[in-house]
């Protein structure tokens, strides 16, 4: 159905005798514009707030939806501490049900380090945070969820091919009030969660990817932004720790040869 269109959502949590009833009317959508100015400026305003921050921190969880073999939809939890120093300079410190991982990348190299097995990859980079996220996708298949966000000049990314833009509505995210926004480009949707007030930061953000029959989507709750944090070089410098071993990226390819990811999908647009 149409999100143009006017439609009941109702999900049901049941505990005891409590139902909860959730009603969603889009009479108000339905006489937007496909693509709405105030979503794209409330989205620009988001982008440009975060470009300001030369350096920033944020906690990420994840709840990354999958399709299994047996047809059922399986959901992985993910969480991550992220810590961004422009322009080449990001940590990473993933945990969940999914991996245990170290993300490294001090501006010359990116390294991979699993706390657990105390093994570790070190591979040279490009001189941006950008270009290596594009590197550690298309190289060695490594994905960041909700990398889009931490992209400089992330408006133009975000926006490429949007056909639609509408405000949803408003909503309570972690305490903060937020507009809810919805983007749709060919094959992707994307709902963004932005805090109303002088500080715009995203506090929730799902990417459904529309063009697979399943739909199957990844959602993040950022928490905890600073855009003040005390930031040392060294905290983006991997040091191996004693007993650790190098050892190769070793990404999964496809039977045709394509580099895939080596974890699901819900980093860049």
Avoid at 12 to 21: E, Y
Avoid at 144 to 172: C, N, R
Wanted: glycine share 6%; charged share 20%.
């Amino acid at each position: 159905m149409s999100i143009l269109k006017r439609r009941i959502l109702a999900a049901w949590f049941t505990v005891g005798a409590l139902t909860l009833l959730v009603t969603v009317s889009n009479t108000a959508l339905a006489q937007a514009p496909a693509v709405d100015p105030e979503a794209v400026r409330i989205l620009k305003q988001m982008t440009d707030f975060i470009d300001s921050a030369q350096q920033f921190t944020v906690q990420l969880q994840s709840i990354i939806e999958e399709d299994q073999f047996s047809g059922h939809r399986v959901d992985y939890d993910l969480s991550a501490d992220v810590i961004v120093k422009r322009p080449n300079k990001i940590r990473a410190t993933h945990t969940g049900g999914l991996m245990n991982q170290h993300f490294y990348y001090d501006g010359n190299t990116l390294t991979l380090y699993n706390p657990i097995e105390k093994i570790f990859s070190t591979k040279t980079a490009p001189d941006t945070i950008e270009k290596t996220i594009d590197f550690a996708r298309e190289t060695v298949g490594i994905l960041l969820p909700a990398a889009d966000l931490i992209y400089h000049k992330a408006f133009s990314l975000m926006m490429q091919d949007v056909t639609l833009a509408v405000v949803v509505g408003k909503a309570e995210i972690g305490g903060f009030k937020c507009n809810h926004l919805l983007f749709s480009r060919p094959g992707v949707d994307f709902q963004i969660w932005v805090a109303e007030g002088k500080q715009p930061f995203p506090h929730k953000y799902v990417v459904t990817e529309t063009a697979t029959p399943s739909k199957l989507s990844i959602t993040t709750f950022l928490r905890e932004w600073n855009i003040a944090p005390v930031v040392d070089d060294a905290q983006f410098n991997f040091v191996p720790p004693q007993g650790a071993q190098a050892t190769e990226f070793i990404p999964f390819k496809a039977a045709d040869g394509s580099v895939q990811p080596l974890n699901p999908p819900g980093g860049k647009l």
